[in-house]
């Protein structure tokens, strides 16, 4: 890579070539040296109901019976159907499932792969990002639209590094994206029709650091959390003050996500064992869990919009430390 431009110098080549997912890869400072992690399995989408008098989950079941890696993002705005991403055909795409549907319908296929998925503020257009293809700018991904029931895809913006977006609920219309940068996360407000971008704010830091977000459903708040800390950082969207929380209890937030009704955010976090779990957090920092199981990593959860369930994924597999040299 040129350490000016960050763009790439020549054609890459390929160091491996097994079908597990490689992550966390960090290269030795002499350049000689790769460690990376090689995981192996697979996530599955669950649906975990809400108790109404307790606030706690019911045992999760599985949405039908896929292959491939699945992952949550999305509810339909009558909290019947989920929407999720799949590459059970090779690609990944972007699919729709009832809950109580056998098999999911197919929303966005195509060559290109969709890595995230959402819902515009009134609910009637699907968001989607793009990986960027071999012809795009390099690091560039595309956030497209389309119809929520049908019709064809237009591409809403292109810019790099683009980690996360999320829209608020109507009455709000804000749509906010990050652009993972050196040494920054930029949140940008973007139009969901025009692609007009105006920045909102930035968080600095050490170059490397890994954070997750998410907008409050009523668009005035971004919570953010450096990953496996056990603290969130609120950033006002509409006069740019922060407000730090500190998380009480055991282990560091690895995904975060608000509840349907802003008052508390859903959260996998890591535990002092190295287990993860799900755990639902308060506006105080009152941390409480909510699911573990030590067979199944388990991510983030999706509230239904009705607040009645949540979506999440969990996996089971393994992870192994692998070293590359003289690469």
């Not at 999305?74 to 795409?93: C, N, Q």
């Not at 907008?215 to 708040?221: A, Q, R, V």
């Not at 969207?237 to 859903?266: H, Y």
Request: proline content about 6%; hydrophobic content about 40%.
């Amino acid at each position: 890579m040129d350490s000016a431009s960050r763009r790439p110098i020549g054609e890459a080549t390929r160091l491996t070539s097994s079908p597990d997912r490689k992550m966390g890869l960090s290269v030795s400072a002499n350049g000689k040296s790769l460690v990376f992690l090689k995981w192996s399995g697979a996530p599955h989408v669950y649906l975990a109901d809400i108790e109404a008098r307790t606030g706690r989950l019911s045992s999760p079941r599985r949405l039908g019976l896929p292959e491939g890696r699945n992952l949550p993002y999305a509810w339909t705005p009558d909290s019947k159907s989920v929407l999720f991403t799949s590459d059970r055909d090779g690609a990944t795409h972007v699919f729709k499932q009832a809950v109580d549907q056998p098999a999911p319908d197919l929303l966005v296929g195509g060559k290109a792969s969709v890595t995230l998925a959402r819902l515009n503020s009134d609910d009637s257009e699907i968001l989607y990002l793009v990986s960027p293809e071999s012809h795009d700018h390099p690091g560039f991904a595309k956030i497209m639209r389309a119809p929520l029931y049908g019709g064809a895809s237009k591409l809403v913006l292109q810019d790099e590094a683009i980690g996360n977006f999320q829209c608020a609920h109507a009455p709000s219309s804000i749509c906010v994206f990050s652009q993972s940068l050196p040494s920054t996360l930029r949140f940008v407000i973007f139009d969901p029709v025009s692609g007009a971008k105006t920045e909102l704010t930035r968080i600095e830091g050490p170059a490397g650091y890994k954070y997750n977000w998410s907008l409050s459903p009523d668009g005035s708040t971004i919570a953010a959390a450096v990953w496996r800390s056990n603290q969130i950082q609120f950033l006002s969207t509409t006069n740019g003050s922060t407000k730090s929380l500190a998380v009480k209890g055991q282990g560091g937030i690895l995904a975060l996500d608000w509840a349907a009704d802003g008052r508390s955010m859903w959260a996998s976090s890591s535990t002092a064992t190295g287990a993860e779990r799900l755990v639902n957090i308060d506006l105080h920092g009152e941390m409480r869990p909510m699911l573990e199981d030590v067979d199944r990593d388990i991510g983030w959860a999706i509230p239904s919009p009705d607040g009645r369930r949540v979506a999440l994924w969990e996996a089971s597999g393994s992870a192994n430390a692998w070293s590359l040299q003289g690469f």
